[in-house]
């Protein structure tokens, strides 16, 4: 989550034409197939679009994440597993309605990127300030072709 009262990068990061791309970890429920997993990267058709291509990968490992309160629901016989996707569009519960799309509900979502920018060693409840170097790249973007 950013807090800023610049409106200038507020928009900057909100504006779908600079296409900042936002990398998220899902768990969802059930094991993706291959072939689920390269629709997501291809597109998915969700309320009447496609979505564009993504990046998308699958987590061989359960990241180190905060607990969620409550927690999410758990069933002994559907296994869950973690997926990376990369984003550059950001449409209303996106993640979510491409993950169902597919038959693998997303049961937790946590955004882990925006650009270069990675959640790292900040434990919740915690912030920090950018940097001036990480303000340039964030204020550098240039907007995607029309």
């Given amino acids: 989550m ?19 791309p936002r990398t998220y970890w899902i768990q969802v429920e059930g094991m993706p197939e291959q072939a689920a997993l390269q629709q997501l990267r291809d597109g998915v058709m969700i309320q009447g679009r496609r979505t564009l291509s993504a990046g998308v990968r699958l987590l061989e490992h359960e990241p180190e994440v905060p607990p969620r309160t409550p927690p999410i629901r758990f069933r002994k ?16 519960r996106q993640v979510r309605r491409m993950t169902a799309a597919l038959g693998h509900p997303t049961l937790r979502l946590v955004r882990v990127a925006i650009g270069n920018l990675r959640l790292t060693n900040l434990a919740p409840g915690a912030w920090r300030e950018l940097t001036e170097s990480e303000l340039k790249m964030l204020g550098a973007a240039n907007p995607a072709p029309e």
């Fill in 2 to 20: 950013f807090l800023t009262s610049d409106g200038a990068l507020q928009h900057r990061l909100t504006d779908p034409k600079y296409a900042h």
């Fill in 77 to 92: 016989s559907i296994p869950t597993s973690w997926i990376e996707v990369t984003l550059t569009e950001g449409r209303n």
